[in-house]
């Protein structure tokens, strides 16, 4: 039996190395990892893999046309490793942050209201403008995580069909796709926080200077001529 090409043997090494991202990955998104710049990190580069496998997906689709090749048995194993230990967990982690920026959003709103019946000390409503702002900041890269995925379904359907290996066998197309943010709360907290700003800025404003008595208008000047 005769080795593997040179071709062959990079696609070993590839499946190997993105098969132990999927590994490390599942541990991550099983965690409980604090809502911050760790969860922003971690979802950015859960995307890049998915964003890779798709490449992957894509080259095996061009190998097939040109018909110069087929699918190896590692990246079968690495399609399988991906949908039963990350896609799932993945969907579960969103949920678990989505439920925590809830949280945050709905006590920022409170503590808006609260701070409604009182005079603002300075600099407080920028605060409030900020957390506001944060959480949205974070939940930018739910959209595209979640759209990365889909396109990495999409073309292993495709990939499927091409070479007649059913590659979507372990994956769940049913998963909710629902990533959607509590706007409302969101727009009510940053209204508040910018009706704040104004308010202290107005009274933080220089009274109106007082009109000099002497009048230099043109038609007065051109009367006293």
Do not use: W
């Amino acid at each position: 039996m005769g080795g593997l090409t040179q071709q062959e043997d990079c696609e070993k090494v590839i499946c190997n190395r993105l098969g132990m991202l999927v590994n490390a990955f599942y541990e991550l998104v099983q965690s409980a990892i604090p809502v911050g710049p760790c969860v922003d990190a971690t979802l950015k580069s859960i995307t890049r893999l998915f964003t890779t496998v798709t490449l992957l997906c894509k080259y095996y689709m061009s190998l097939y046309r040109q018909r110069a090749g087929h699918l190896s048995s590692r990246f079968e194993k690495l399609i399988k490793l991906l949908a039963t230990r990350l896609t799932q967990n993945v969907y579960s982690m969103i949920t678990y942050i989505q439920t925590l920026q809830s949280e945050r959003l709905n006590q920022a709103a409170a503590r808006t209201g609260k701070a409604k019946e009182k005079k603002r000390g300075e600099g407080e409503g920028r605060g409030m403008s900020g957390k506001a702002k944060s959480v949205m900041k974070e939940t930018r890269a739910i959209p595209s995580l979640v759209y990365a995925i889909e396109k990495c379904e999409q073309l292993l359907i495709k990939l499927s069909k091409m070479s007649k290996v059913d590659l979507m066998e372990h994956i769940k197309l049913s998963t909710s796709r629902d990533f959607r943010i509590n706007t409302r709360v969101v727009q009510e907290v940053t209204e508040q926080a910018s009706s704040d700003e104004e308010s202290s800025s107005d009274d933080e404003s220089p009274p109106p200077s007082k009109r000099s008595k002497t009048d230099y208008s043109p038609h007065k000047l051109a009367s006293k001529k």
